[in-house]
């Protein structure tokens, strides 16, 4: 079993900052792809960010140049910098992690995040 808790939402004002963390904890024996994604009220939930095991990123255009993505393998935990945060921005962010040959996805319960204007 892996279990994954996200923590560092909050309120904030439009153009502040929010730092995520997520940790992964459990029977892990390979972590893949770690990520983010958020889930607005009424929206589908869309991607944010990825990063590989390797350390390759990947963000949604939204957020490219205002987020940041980062991983500490020693500890299993994925982190989300989140600058010159917009209303927009407001919603629950999800974290999600690949384990394992069949790339078993698992998914965080969520940490809400709302920008005000």
């Known amino acids: 079993q892996v279990q994954l808790v996200e923590s560092g939402g909050g309120l904030v004002q439009a153009g502040g900052s929010l730092r995520l963390s997520c940790a992964a904890s459990?029977?892990?024996?390979?972590?893949?792809?770690m990520g983010w994604y958020r889930q607005a009220p009424g929206k589908q939930r869309e991607f944010v960010a990825r990063?590989?095991?390797?350390?390759?990123?990947s963000y949604a255009d939204s957020v490219k140049g205002r987020f940041t993505i980062s991983r500490d393998s020693a500890k299993n935990t994925v982190y989300l910098q989140m600058n010159s945060l917009k209303p927009e921005d407001t919603a629950d962010y999800y974290c999600?992690?690949?384990?394992?040959?069949?790339?078993?996805?698992?998914w965080g319960k969520g940490t809400l995040v709302t920008v005000s204007s």
């Open positions: 990063i590989t095991s390797g350390d390759t990123t």
């Open positions: 459990g029977t892990i024996f390979s972590i893949k792809d």
């Open positions: 999600n992690v690949q384990v394992g040959r069949y790339n078993m996805p698992y």
